[in-house]
């Protein structure tokens, strides 16, 4: 079974500009979850889909992060424009039952 | 405010000995406990998980123990090995709703020496 797969695995670009990142989930997971993972940290929760509608997005910058997830399938992760401070790890993970997510490798972002 | 606490940052074992990892929560709401370790460049990978429900749960070489009057938990791993070696992450959620997003600790680097 293959996993959750998300790219590009690294990003740098400038502040200000944008950028956006793709996760293809676990074929047949409804639930889907972006986190966001600052070095030295854990990962922090941004937002939570089941299937194409928002669970949870109380912890996502809305004035300059969007997240969507059209067809209940892949989604895409967008900053606009990117701060100093966005630099980290954005993971996505998957998950059937809930409980059990399944990350994938995660997109290393930079910004200068 | 954290919600979940790794207090120690790095551990480190002898190959074979029993390492044991700690992580204490304050959110009562929380009913469901994981552990994931996470090798360099990777996302994290699941380990071993309980529900509030019960105190101990046991897989293999990994066993996680609930103390829910103490809010903590904790991963014990015996015999340790050298592929071992990574970052492990506390992991909680809970509160309903549908809304069943982790809330993560800071992680514990632990090194298993030959």
């Known amino acids: 079974e293959a996993g959750v797969a998300q790219s590009p695995r690294y990003k740098i670009i400038e502040k200000r500009q944008s950028v956006a990142f793709w996760c293809n989930p676990i074929?047949?997971?409804?639930?889907l979850y972006w986190y966001q993972q600052i070095l030295g940290q854990g990962p922090k929760l941004l937002i939570q889909?089941?299937?194409?509608?928002?669970?949870?997005d109380s912890q996502l910058p809305k004035d300059r992060f969007s997240a969507e997830r059209l067809k209940g399938v892949d989604s895409t992760l967008k900053i606009q424009p990117a701060k100093l401070e966005d630099s980290a790890v954005y993971l996505c993970?998957?998950?059937?039952?809930?409980?059990?997510?399944?990350f994938g490798p995660g997109t290393r972002l930079t910004v200068l | 405010d954290q919600q979940v606490k790794q207090n120690s940052p790095s551990l480190s074992v002898q190959e074979g000995r029993i390492s044991i990892l700690n992580c204490d929560y304050t959110n009562s709401m929380f009913d469901y406990f994981l552990w994931y370790k996470k090798y360099p460049a990777e996302g994290p990978t699941f380990l071993i998980s309980?529900?509030?429900?019960?105190d101990k749960n046991e897989d293999g070489r990994f066993t996680v123990f609930l103390n829910k009057s103490a809010k903590h938990l904790s991963l014990h791993i015996v015999p340790s090995q050298p592929g071992d070696s990574a970052v492990y992450f506390c992991a909680a959620s809970g509160g309903g709703g549908g809304a069943d997003g982790l809330t993560f600790g800071k992680g514990t680097h632990l090194i298993i020496q030959p």
């Open positions: 074929s047949g997971h409804a639930t």
């Open positions: 993970a998957s998950s059937v039952r809930g409980n059990e997510q399944f």
């Open positions: 889909f089941q299937n194409n509608g928002v669970v949870d």
């Open positions: 309980i529900s509030s429900i019960k």
